[in-house]
C-alpha cells in the first residue's frame, strides 16, 4: 500500500505505518501553511499514485473521491470527519476513520486557565500594571482586582462528550460542581447530574458549550436560553459559534445580562466586524481557535489512528502485517 499522509504525523507513527501497510509518502499540509484544497489534493493523488489517505484539514470532497474510488482507507486526524465527503466515500466501500478526543486534554487545559483568567481578572490587572498605574497605596490593586474562586462553582456542560468529560475529571480537585445535557449520554458518572437544556442556563455559574455543527444543532443556543443566564455567570464556547445565536450573546455582554465569556471560535474565521464587536469587549477573552493546538495533540492523533488502522488491519487480515496494492 502506498498511504499519501498530509497531517502532521510524526517519525514513529510514520514508522509504524511502514512497517505495518507499505510505503508512506509524506506531506504535511504544515510545509505550506494551509491545507491542500481540492485539486492540490488530486494532483498530489494522481503524483503519488497513493491508495490510501491521511489528512487533517484538506478538502476531501466528493470529487476527489470520485477520481479515487480505489483509496483502501481515509484517515482524519480530527475530532470528527467534517472535511471528507464521508456519504461519498461509503458509496464506494472507503472505510473513513478519524480521531475523537484528540484535543480533549489541550481544550480542557484551556478552558480551566482561560475560566481562572476571567474569575482572578488576570489579563486586566496584568494591562493595569504594566501600564504603569500603581502608584501610592498598596491596596489599590488588592481592592480593584478582587476576583473569586472556581472552586465550588456549578458547572453546566452543553454536550458532555470527551472534551466536557476531561474537563469534569480536572475539575474534581477544585472541586466544582457538574451538571450537563446531552440527550444521547446515558451511562455517566454519578458524581454529574444529567438535566435540561433550561436548567443548565438557569442555575450555571459557568456554562460550557461542547457541540458538533448538525442539522439540529446549528443556533441552538439561543436569546431564550441567554437569557435565562444569571447576572454573574460565564459563558464559554471552545466548540463551534455556529451553534450560537452571536447576536444574543452579544446584546448579554454589550447590556451587562452576564459577567462575560471565554470564546475561542467565531462565526467568521477570520472575524467579521460584528466579532470583533466580542472580541474587543473588555468582558470577553477571546482566542483565534487555538484551544486544541498543541504539540501533544499531533502525537495524541497518530495513536488514535495508528491503533484504528492496526485493528482495522488485523479484522481485515490483511496479509501477514503487510498490505499489498
Given at each position: 500500500m502506498r498511504i499519501l499522509v498530509t497531517a502532521p504525523y510524526n517519525d514513529q507513527g510514520r514508522a509504524l505505518l511502514e512497517k505495518n501497510f507499505g510505503e508512506v509518502?509524506?506531506?504535511?499540509w504544515k510545509d505550506q501553511g494551509r491545507s491542500f484544497n481540492e485539486e492540490e489534493l488530486i494532483s498530489l493523488l494522481t503524483e503519488t499514485h497513493a491508495n490510501a489517505l491521511i489528512t487533517e484539514h484538506d478538502h476531501v470532497t466528493e470529487r476527489v473521491i470520485n477520481k479515487f474510488p480505489h483509496?483502501?482507507?481515509i484517515g482524519v486526524c480530527r475530532g470528527t470527519p467534517s472535511n471528507v465527503a464521508v456519504e461519498a466515500a461509503e458509496k464506494f466501500g472507503i472505510p473513513v476513520f478519524h480521531t475523537p478526543a484528540r484535543?480533549?486534554?489541550?481544550v480542557a487545559e484551556m478552558f480551566v486557565a482561560n475560566v481562572i483568567n476571567i474569575l482572578r481578572m488576570t489579563i486586566p490587572s496584568w494591562q493595569w500594571l504594566t501600564g504603569e498605574n500603581w502608584e501610592e497605596g498598596a491596596h489599590t490593586s488588592y481592592l480593584q482586582f478582587k476576583g473569586n474562586e472556581l472552586a465550588n462553582k456549578t458547572i453546566g456542560m452543553v454536550g458532555f462528550g470527551a472534551v466536557g468529560q476531561r474537563i469534569a475529571e480536572i475539575l474534581k480537585c477544585?472541586?466544582?460542581n457538574i451538571q450537563f445535557y446531552d440527550p444521547f449520554l446515558e451511562e455517566f458518572n454519578s458524581d454529574y447530574r444529567k438535566t435540561s437544556l433550561e436548567d443548565i442556563f438557569e442555575t450555571s455559574d459557568i456554562v460550557s458549550i461542547h457541540l458538533p455543527v448538525n442539522s439540529h444543532t446549528v443556533?441552538?443556543?439561543?436569546?431564550?436560553?441567554?437569557?435565562?443566564m444569571k447576572p454573574d455567570a460565564i459563558f464559554v464556547?471552545?466548540?463551534r459559534a455556529s451553534v450560537v445565536d452571536r447576536?444574543?450573546?452579544l446584546h448579554a455582554i454589550k447590556n451587562d445580562k452576564i459577567r462575560?465569556?471565554?470564546?475561542?471560535?467565531?462565526?467568521?474565521?477570520?472575524?467579521?466586524?460584528k466579532d470583533y464587536q466580542l472580541i474587543h469587549s473588555p468582558k470577553v477573552l477571546a482566542t483565534p481557535h487555538t484551544a486544541g493546538a498543541t504539540h501533544e495533540v499531533e502525537d495524541h492523533h497518530v495513536n488514535i489512528l495508528n491503533a484504528k488502522l492496526l485493528n482495522w488491519l488485523k479484522e481485515h487480515n490483511l496479509a501477514d502485517n503487510k498490505v499489498k496494492s
Open positions: 509518502i509524506y506531506r504535511t483509496l483502501r482507507f484535543n480533549a486534554q489541550a477544585f472541586p466544582c443556533g441552538m443556543i439561543n436569546s431564550n436560553l441567554i437569557s435565562r464556547n471552545t466548540a447576536d444574543a450573546l462575560g465569556a471565554v470564546l475561542d471560535v467565531f462565526d467568521h474565521e477570520p472575524p467579521d466586524e
